[in-house]
Nanobody, 125 residues
Framework: VQLQASGGGLVQSGGSLRLSCGASGFTLDYYAIGWFRQAPGKEREMVSC????????YYADSVKGRFAISRDNAKNTVYLQMNSLKPEDTAVYYC???????????????????WGQGTLVTVSS
């Protein structure tokens, strides 16, 4: 079971990036998928999560209105569209899934058992 996060890069303030989280070894259909980020010297925080059951999306206040999470079960991929990026969005972004299917989104990293390797997003001012 593996998750692969990709799509990070260097972008100017106000720009956009789309992160992808692909899975191998299992299908994402029955898994909530969370995106977390960790900036240098800071704790990891949840950015967004999409529920497995009805696709309900949850966002941290800091990204609400700028980020959008979506899932394409046919491609076994979850996306995080990031718009109006700010320098404070600079971080390594991770996607994660609970260790069991049909679990709800969690705001805490201990609610997730599978983690992608992380992709670096750098927003320049």
């Amino acid at each position: 079971v593996q998750l692969q996060a990709s799509g990070g890069g260097l972008v100017q303030s106000g720009g956009s990036l789309r992160l992808s989280c692909g899975a191998s070894g299992f299908t994402l259909d029955y898994y909530a998928i969370g995106w977390f980020r960790q900036a240098p010297g800071k704790e990891r925080e949840m950015v967004s999560c999409i529920a497995w059951s009805d696709g309900t999306a949850y966002y941290a206040d800091s990204v609400k209105g700028r980020f959008a999470i979506s899932r394409d079960n046919a491609k076994n991929t979850v996306y995080l569209q990031m718009n109006s990026l700010k320098p404070e969005d600079t971080a390594v972004y991770y996607c994660a899934a609970p260790s069991r299917a049909k679990k709800a989104c969690s705001w805490y990293d201990y609610g997730y058992g599978y983690w992608g390797q992380g992709t670096l997003v750098t927003v320049s001012s």
